[in-house]
């Protein structure tokens, strides 16, 4: 890696003035130079990385900071891969840890509003002090080698190093760590001890990277196994389970299958329990992360005072099922209280209620569909007016719309609003806006949202008012200017100044109430939840 790039950036950090650091220059020079790390790949042409370059890639940037292999064995780390649920997995692991004392820290992807919450301590978002002072600390020591020759780490590789660092820095007790893309080559997998790890629901995805088949998506997931860390999976198909199974032989592990949620019990005998997280789905997710914690609760939670209840595994035996177990108050509390930014929210502004969910796989989309069709309808037997529904949809990368838009017609839209992941066109008013996933031009995005429009109306030909109300907006502001008769004059206020005209469009539900879905991205629903609660994230 060549030190120039660290050395060519703005050199605001300066330990010996460490005190007297004002935390936000700090901060919002650190955003900015991120987007240095998008024009830069490891080693292109290593994609599937057979002999293991990449890895020992990442570790060689991570001894540059002073983070060793002993450094992240000591760190307890649970590993969480999959392809659907490791976020809420993590989530709920990190509530159930931290409401039984232990100091966590938790590395997850992608943020939603701003990159510091890719970072938690003790459940909540570094501040941005931290981040900015954690930033510039590794930029500097980054700068002093010169041993990788011309090798810059990736937006991702580089958060993730900069977690790592954080974590060992803040001596937390537990990390929780989910899996970015596949699991044998993603950069999180560096930790050649873990205490725990876990495999949440797979999928047909990322193909480019994983391959075309479930076998090897299962490959990839399985490749964060490690010899004498047991793994807790959720129910697989068969052929998704032999591969993970073959993995574990290989290495020297044993895997065990979760229960159904509904197998624990409590003090009132048969579970009665209410998560943080909604959906029937979140079920599955909650058991997995009750086994890892469970599990990591034996190992390093001596002094608990449910050491008898910690004591049940069997892990060399050949039952390949996890047991249920009591649950205990704390951790029944902590489920219940697990939230998740981005996911299943809910904000009421004036006459229109937003229900956000940043889901972006078929399986998500419709799960996520379902529970906002769940609580639309409970809010509308509630109201004394009638309740129009309305679609707001975009999705990153090269996912394919059309697919999603086919799920979602058959929900009753009365109209669908496609804008671009930006919150507004102004865009020096939003920091963490500037980096951009997938580096698509204004004119792509154009094009890619006025596509879902035509796609969406050829699919609602039969219902006139659909089409009618569906329009495409060139950032969330101004699709938000279109509610505008809707929404609280506070809101409106806020927002209207962000938008790119003064010739605002208002929509055409006069009287109603309406209820809006957001979906098919994190990014486009962190645009409307940063606009909407304007002046915390500021």
Excluded at 483 to 504: C, K, V, Y
């Amino acid at each position: 890696m060549s030190s120039h790039f660290f050395r060519s950036l703005p050199k605001l950090y300066n330990r010996k003035q460490h005190a007297l650091a004002r935390y936000k220059p700090l901060y919002k020079d650190a955003v900015k130079s991120l987007m240095g790390f998008q024009k830069w790949e490891i080693y292109e042409g290593i994609k599937f990385d057979y002999n293991g370059t990449r890895t020992m890639l990442m570790k060689e940037l991570l001894r540059n900071i002073d983070i060793t292999d002993k450094d992240l064995n000591k760190m307890n780390v649970i590993h969480v891969a999959g392809s659907k649920g490791k976020g809420s997995t993590c989530t709920f692991v990190e509530s159930i840890l931290r409401h039984h004392g232990v100091r966590t820290g938790l590395l997850t992807s992608p943020h939603v509003i701003e990159n510091r919450e890719r970072f938690h301590i003790d459940g909540k978002p570094i501040s941005a002090e931290l981040f900015g002072n954690y930033f510039w600390e590794v930029c500097d020591r980054l700068g002093k080698f010169d041993n990788l020759q011309d090798v810059v780490p990736s937006y991702f590789w580089f958060l993730n190093m900069l977690g790592f660092y954080i974590f060992k820095h803040e001596k937390v007790d537990a990390v929780i760590v989910e899996v970015g893309i596949g699991g044998a080559y993603d950069s999180t997998n560096v930790v050649n001890q873990p205490t725990v790890c876990g495999i949440t629901s797979l999928a047909l995805e990322h193909t480019d990277d994983l391959g075309k088949s479930m076998k090897m998506v299962a490959w990839h997931k399985a490749g964060i196994l490690k010899r004498n860390a047991p793994a807790f999976v959720v129910p697989q198909t068969p052929e998704c389970m032999s591969v993970i199974q073959r993995k574990a032989e290989e290495i020297g592990t044993v895997v065990k299958v979760v229960p159904s949620l509904t197998d624990y019990w409590n003090d009132d005998d048969l579970i009665d329990l209410k998560l943080g997280l909604p959906g029937e789905h979140q079920t599955t997710n909650a058991s997995l992360a009750l086994q890892l914690s469970h599990y990591w609760l034996s190992r390093h939670q001596n002094n608990t005072g449910n050491r008898q209840e910690l004591t049940y595994f069997n892990l060399q035996g050949s039952n390949s099922h996890a047991l249920p177990f009591q649950i205990s108050k704390l951790a029944k509390k902590a489920l219940s209280e697990s939230h998740l930014l981005g996911r299943a929210e809910k904000i009421k502004c004036g006459s229109v209620t937003f229900y956000l969910d940043g889901a972006h796989t078929a399986e998500s989309i419709e799960l996520a569909a379902n529970w906002f069709r769940e609580e639309a309808e409970k809010e509308a037997a509630l109201l004394d007016v009638p309740c129009e529904k309305v679609l707001i949809f975009n999705v990153s990368g090269e996912r394919d719309a059309t697919s999603f838009l086919k799920l979602l017609q058959p929900f009753n839209f009365s109209g669908a609003i496609f804008t671009t992941n930006d919150m507004s066109l102004k865009k020096n008013l939003f920091l963490d806006e500037t980096i951009r996933a997938d580096n698509y031009s204004e004119e792509e995005e154009s094009r890619k949202i006025h596509h879902n429009l035509n796609e969406w109306k050829s699919m609602c030909g039969g219902n006139p008012t659909n089409v009618e109300n569906s329009h495409v907006f060139p950032s969330a502001a101004d699709a938000l200017c279109w509610l505008s008769s809707h929404l609280d004059e506070d809101t409106f206020n806020r927002i209207a100044p962000l938008a790119s005209s003064e010739q605002i469009k208002v929509s055409s539900f006069h009287g109603k109430h309406v209820q809006v879905f957001v979906t098919g991205s994190f990014r486009l629903v962190g645009a409307y939840l940063r606009l909407l609660d304007f002046e915390q994230h500021t």
